[in-house]
C-alpha cells in the first residue's frame, strides 16, 4: 500500500479497491450476525410469550375447578374455621409478642422555658410544672397515654397505681386539647 519511508506516497486504486470490498464485507457479515441474533431473540421472546398466554390459560380453568369445588363445600369449612380460630389461634398470636421490651414512663407534667431560663438552672433549682398536686399523673408506653395513676410509696421505692385506663377514643380527645 503506503511505504514507511515515504509517507505521502499513496498505494494504487487496486489496493484501495481491496481494503474498501474486505471492509463492506466484514460489515455485512456483521450486520447478517446482528440480524440473525436479533431474530433469534425475537423468535424466543414469541414463544416464551405463547407459553405464558397458555399456562395462564390452563392455570384460570385449574381455578375456576378449584373455586366450584370449594363453593360446594363452604358452608360447613367457614364454620369449622371460625371455631378453631377462636380457640386455637389467639394464644399463639399474644406469645409471638409478650417478649418485645416497651418503654413505660411516668409524667408528673411539663413546661416551656427558654433557653436562657435553661442556663440559669443550677443544683437546687425549682422547675414549675403545669400539673397540680394530687393530680392524676400520666403513664405512657413508648411515648403514648395508655393509663393514669396516682404516686405510691412501697418499701422506700417510688411506685405508680393505675387508677384509669385510657380508651383509644379519649386518647383521640386527649390529643385535642
Known sequence: MTDSKNPDQKGTEDEWAEAMAEQQDAATDSDESTADAE????????????????????????????????????????FKQLDEGVAGTT????????????????????TRITIKQLLE???GSVIELDGLAGEPMDILINGYLIAQGEVVVV???????????ITP???VKKLNK
Do not use: C, F
Request: proline residues 3%; hydrophobic residues 35%.
Open 169 to 171: 377514643s379519649e386518647r
Open 121 to 123: 438552672l443550677a443544683q
Open 39 to 78: 431474530e433469534d431473540l425475537w423468535a424466543a421472546a414469541m414463544a416464551e410469550q405463547e407459553a405464558t398466554e397458555d399456562d395462564e390459560q390452563s392455570s384460570n380453568e385449574d381455578a375456576s375447578d378449584i373455586n366450584a369445588s370449594r363453593a360446594q363445600n363452604a358452608d360447613h369449612e367457614v
Open 91 to 110: 394464644p399463639r398470636d399474644l406469645d409471638l409478642i409478650m417478649d418485645i421490651p416497651v418503654k413505660l414512663s411516668v409524667e408528673l407534667g411539663r
Open 155 to 165: 418499701d422506700d421505692k417510688y411506685g405508680i397505681r393505675i387508677t384509669e385506663i
